[in-house]
């Protein structure tokens, strides 16, 4: 029923790009909130970008400028252009979606769905 699968994860060189993808069947992406998390081994998962069924987006400080997240509507799918990527950008990605609010937060208590992750390595 409801799914979230994850792609696009690959190993890059440092400075390189990516752009995962996160395909919802299910459900419909409109009126949710959806957001990106990533997780290294041994830590907590971290928000990295959410983008909220009103239009409002959030993004990890840091990250900011580097990372866009985007909707494709009639794909059903979320993106996350990762652009000038370094060696601490490493780790499982994973999308998660909410049922739609004014804004979104990056809190991974908030969210419902969660997609299984796709890895991401830099190096050179």
């Known amino acids: 029923q409801v799914q979230l699968v994850e792609s696009g994860g690959t190993m890059v060189q440092p400075g390189g790009s990516l752009r995962l993808s996160c395909a919802a069947s299910g459900f419909d992406l409109t009126y949710y909130n959806i957001a990106w998390f990533r997780q290294v081994p041994g830590k907590e998962r971290e928000g990295v970008s959410c983008s909220s069924s009103d239009g409002s987006e959030s993004y990890l400080d840091p990250l900011k400028g580097r990372f866009t997240i985007s909707r494709d509507n009639a794909a059903n799918t979320v993106y996350l252009q990762m652009n000038n990527l370094k060696s601490v950008d490493i780790g499982h990605y994973y999308c998660?979606?909410?049922?739609?609010?004014?804004?979104?937060?990056?809190?991974?208590?908030?969210?419902?769905?969660w997609g299984q992750g796709t890895r991401v390595s830099v190096s050179p």
């Open positions: 998660a979606a909410v049922a739609g609010s004014s804004g979104c937060r990056l809190d991974r208590y908030e969210y419902d769905y």
